[in-house]
T-cell receptor, first 111, second 114 residues
Framework: SQQGEEDPQALSIQEGENATMNCSYK?????LQWYRQNSGRGLVHLIL?????REKHSGRLRVTLDTSKKSSSLLITASRAADTASYFC???????????FGTGTRLKVLA | AAGVIQSPRHLIKEKRETATLKCYPI?????VYWYQQGPGQDPQFLIS???????DKGSIPDRFSAQQFSDYHSELNMSSLELGDSALYFC?????????????FGQGTRLTVV
């Protein structure tokens, strides 16, 4: 990846469980965004967290950002089969006009 | 709410042909980004435009060119197509240039080169 790694690369859980995905990046950032992608489909924006924020919530999603460790985590609570997808983080650096994606986590939620 | 519109959704071309992909950003968004995603890979940044000027360039082959027009729509032109150009091509848009807000993606154009 141009920017960083996500782990795990694949995650399989039961419906109702929580899923945690981690993203690491290499350069100082302006903000970090999380996206969901169903197989071969478009990228759906989930949440944006700015470099001066440490935690953000949206529905069943909780995102944290640790700029000192250059890492972020996405927590999906009470997962559903419909959450099955690939999840990507994307970062942009100050003064740039591009988002660099991590390698993604493939989440499978079993009903 | 209006989303990013890409056309066509699917495109089949032969080797050495030319393809043009179009992107219509969300109204009032001033920045457009183009990405290429191969099978099982993460999206790779190609090029971006802020206020109709090229703003950043990534791993875009010299055979590809892009521009943003006065109405803010953008086109990605791909010439001398190769089999390896087969991929999903995404366009995204955001507001406020490098102080970008959320970047929203279109549904993508699936290009198949045969």
């Amino acid at each position: 990846s141009q920017q960083g790694e996500e782990d795990p690369q694949a995650l399989s859980i039961q419906e109702g469980e929580n899923a945690t995905m981690n993203c690491s990046y290499k350069t100082s950032i302006n903000n970090l965004q999380w996206y969901r992608q169903n197989s071969g489909r478009g990228l759906v924006h989930l949440i944006l967290i700015r470099s001066n924020e440490r935690e953000k919530h949206s529905g069943r999603l909780r995102v944290t950002l640790d700029t000192s460790k250059k890492s972020s985590s996405l927590l999906i609570t009470a997962s559903r089969a419909a959450d099955t997808a690939s999840y990507f983080c994307a970062t942009d650096a100050w003064g740039t006009y591009k988002y660099i994606f991590g390698t993604g986590t493939r989440l499978k939620v079993l009903a | 709410a209006a989303g990013v519109i890409q056309s066509p959704r699917h495109l089949i071309k032969e080797k050495r042909e030319t393809a043009t992909l179009k992107c219509y950003p969300i109204p009032r968004h001033d920045t457009v980004y183009w990405y290429q995603q191969g099978p099982g890979q993460d999206p790779q940044f190609l090029i971006s435009f802020y206020e109709k000027m090229q703003s950043d360039k990534g791993s875009i082959p010299d055979r590809f060119s892009a521009q943003q027009f006065s109405d803010y729509h953008s086109e990605l032109n791909m010439s001398s197509l190769e089999l390896g150009d087969s991929a999903l091509y995404f366009c995204a848009s955001s507001l406020n240039g490098w102080k970008a807000t959320e970047a929203f993606f279109g549904q993508g154009t699936r290009l198949t080169v045969v």
